[in-house]
């Protein structure tokens, strides 16, 4: 039974949240100013763990790469020539729940994707 417990724990932390799934996302979010946005996000598995993410929010397209950990989604990508990260909370209902930052000046975002 103990052999199984450590399995399942092993398991669980090497596959990405159930309520993840690829596909088109509604964006809503915050700039580290306050101003809001909208957009969209599609989310392109790459492998059991990492996906291929594009945004287009405002005329403007952002590429990144992410890995799934448990129930955590972290995006490394490139928008206007500067370099950004992002980390994602997969909810139960499948939403995306996240705060990110881009360049160097170190102001913090949020963002939420709603699945479509």
């Keep these: 039974m103990l052999r199984f417990a450590l399995a ?7 596959l990405p949240a159930a309520a993840q799934r690829a596909g088109a996302y509604a964006v809503e979010g915050r700039g580290a ?6 957009g969209a996000v599609n989310l392109q598995p790459t492998g059991p ?3 291929r993410v ?3 929010v405002g005329g403007e397209t952002a590429r990144g790469v992410g890995l799934t950990m448990r129930n955590t989604l972290v995006v490394g990508y490139v928008l206007s020539n500067e370099v950004g990260v992002a980390s994602y ?11 990110w930052t881009q360049g160097l000046g170190g102001a913090v975002g949020s963002e939420v994707w ?3």
């Design 8 to 14: 399942a724990t092993i398991l669980a932390g090497a």
């Design 33 to 38: 100013d306050g101003t809001t946005y909208v």
């Design 49 to 51: 763990q990492t996906w």
């Design 54 to 56: 594009t945004w287009r």
């Design 89 to 99: 909370e997969v909810q139960p209902d499948g939403r995306l729940v996240g705060r």
């Design 114 to 116: 709603l699945p479509r």
